[in-house]
């Protein structure tokens, strides 16, 4: 055990070591602090509808969080793009959650406010995959409504169903400061891809697609949860992931979970992403 905390608590530095030409990186951020989690819960209980309720958004302590990552990401970056062409594709992808969007929002914040060259935009790209893994979420699934909105599947209790859903994308547009008729100027895009194949993936389908997607690219970089960062290596399990913590792994295309002759996809899944512990 005093080994994992010692892997957690490493995984929340930056680190500079330099990509080979072939290797490619999968990066993934946790959260910053969330309301449930803080002083800020019984304000936070107290007006939060019940469709909701699964899903608590940030404290000002977990924005905050959520800045620092974000400077210290932009450093990170710039000091790996002086050596490689292509290093990012300059979109983050993030989970549907409230707490792991305004987390990324914060993120490209800091990353757009400390670039200085022209024209230099992020994307925010959120998969519902991303969010898979989250207890609350797992708990039920995910499913989307006809509107191409995202939600939990509905809870039978004591002869009633009992709705959950996501911020819907008019809400994350209003609130993260974005506005949908803006797009050839805003430096900060929202990107929402909700079909169905998408809805249905796990997290493990999710990562390895994002991969594929990026195979221009050293590295994809992705906000998410604690159980997604645990669950690809098993010497993070149920170690202690700080909130906003950096967490690299080396991606192996040629043993992806769905390429891979092992006909465990939780073996292949192990397989493809090492937990870099520099």
């Known amino acids: 055990m005093q080994k994992q905390k010692s892997n957690a608590a490493h995984v929340s530095q930056s680190s500079q070591k330099e990509l080979s030409s072939s290797q490619r990186q999968l990066w993934l951020i946790r959260h910053g602090e969330r309301a449930d989690e803080s002083d800020e819960f019984d304000s936070w209980a107290r007006t939060v509808h019940s469709e909701r309720w699964f899903d608590p958004p940030l404290t000002k302590t977990g924005a905050l969080q959520a800045q620092g990552r974000g400077e210290l990401l932009s450093e990170h970056l710039k000091g790996h793009e002086k050596l490689h062409n292509q290093f990012w594709s300059r979109v983050v992808y993030v989970s549907p959650c409230e707490r792991t969007l305004h987390t990324a929002f914060e993120i490209a914040k800091e990353l757009v406010r400390s670039n200085e060259e022209e024209g230099f935009g992020v994307t925010l790209a959120v998969r519902p995959g991303l969010g898979e893994c989250a207890s609350a979420v797992r708990k039920t699934g995910l499913c989307s409504t006809l509107d191409e909105e995202l939600c939990l599947k509905p809870v039978f209790f004591d002869n009633k169903w009992f709705p959950s859903r996501f911020l819907k994308k008019k809400e994350i547009l209003e609130r993260f400061n974005v506005s949908p008729f803006n797009g050839k100027t805003c430096k900060i895009r929202w990107q929402f891809t909700y079909d169905h194949t998408s809805v249905r993936e796990n997290f493990s389908q999710c990562v390895d697609n994002i991969m594929k997607e990026n195979y ?27 909130y906003c913590a950096l967490v690299k792994y080396l991606h192996h295309p040629q043993q992806s979970s769905h390429q891979s002759h092992y006909s465990n996809a939780h073996v292949a899944r192990k397989q493809a992403f090492e937990f870099l512990t520099e």
């Open 216 to 242: 221009k690219y050293k590295i994809a970089i992705c906000v998410t949860h604690r159980e997604g960062i645990r669950c690809l290596d098993d010497r993070l399990f149920r170690a202690r992931v700080p």
